[in-house]
């Protein structure tokens, strides 16, 4: 593809001496069209879709032994595809356990006796997920579109289905936690001492595989799209202290 430097578009320059289907440089199948040689003053263009948000353009060079013309076509959008339903490898995932420093600060007494400190571990703590693939049509199919779906959570240890829900997009996302965020722990500062506060989370991770099965409105088409979901879920909380003075 390439862009119009006045427009702003991309298009495609395609020289045909047989009977050719589109293929995208990156390897994404939102446009399918193919051009053929009906004879030799004709071409026939027979397009399958165009899932993209935005036309199509391309240029066709066709030429002989004594000149050559630019013919220039567009591709309307079609049809969005919907979102049908999504699966998950429940059998075979991956799962560990990772502790991570959330807050980190310096807390001075200067008085004769203990300071009380508060600790809020789980403010602005989140259960993130994403999406990935390595489709790259993955998040584009859909058109704007980013559905609500039901995904996998841990529960003792296995991986299964529980009602989370998340939309179905590439970017990050910070759900809400299934527990209360405003745990609070107190700690106490010793007389005339310095210390440094850390917070740490010891957090479920895992991912797992999915496969997102879409269909075309009217002419019932699936296709599918396959990736990876991971998810971080805070949990225990730990609380180091250092020495300062």
């Not at 998340?166 to 310095?194: G, R, V």
Request: aromatic share 12%; proline share 7%.
């Amino acid at each position: 593809l390439n862009t119009n430097e006045e427009t702003g578009k991309p298009y495609a320059i395609m020289r045909i001496a047989s009977d050719r289907r589109y293929k995208s440089p990156d390897g994404e199948k939102l446009t399918d069209f193919i051009i053929q040689r009906s004879n030799p003053k004709e071409l026939k263009i027979t397009v399958g879709e165009n899932v993209r948000n935005d036309y199509f353009r391309f240029m066709l060079v066709v030429s002989n032994d004594y000149e050559s013309q630019e013919i220039y076509v567009e591709i309307t959008p079609s049809d969005r595809y919907v979102f049908d339903h999504i699966t998950y490898s429940l059998n075979a995932y991956s799962h560990e356990w990772r502790l991570e420093e959330t807050k980190s600060f310096i807390q001075s007494n200067y008085w004769d006796i203990p300071y009380p400190c508060l600790l809020f571990p789980y403010k602005d703590a989140h259960h993130e997920v994403v999406f990935k693939s390595d489709d790259p049509e993955a998040f584009r199919l859909l058109g704007g579109d980013h559905p609500t779906v039901e995904i996998p959570s841990m529960e003792n240890e296995w991986l299964g289905m529980n009602g989370v829900q998340a939309q179905y997009t590439s970017e990050q996302q910070a759900l809400p936690l299934p527990f209360p965020d405003t745990e609070k722990k107190e700690i106490s500062i010793p007389p005339n001492t310095t210390q440094r506060i850390i917070m740490l989370l010891e957090c479920e991770w895992f991912e797992t595989e999915y496969t997102l099965y879409a269909v075309h409105p009217k002419n019932g088409r699936q296709r599918t799209i396959t990736g990876t979901l991971q998810s971080k879920m805070p949990g225990k909380c730990y609380i180091a202290r250092e020495n300062i003075k």
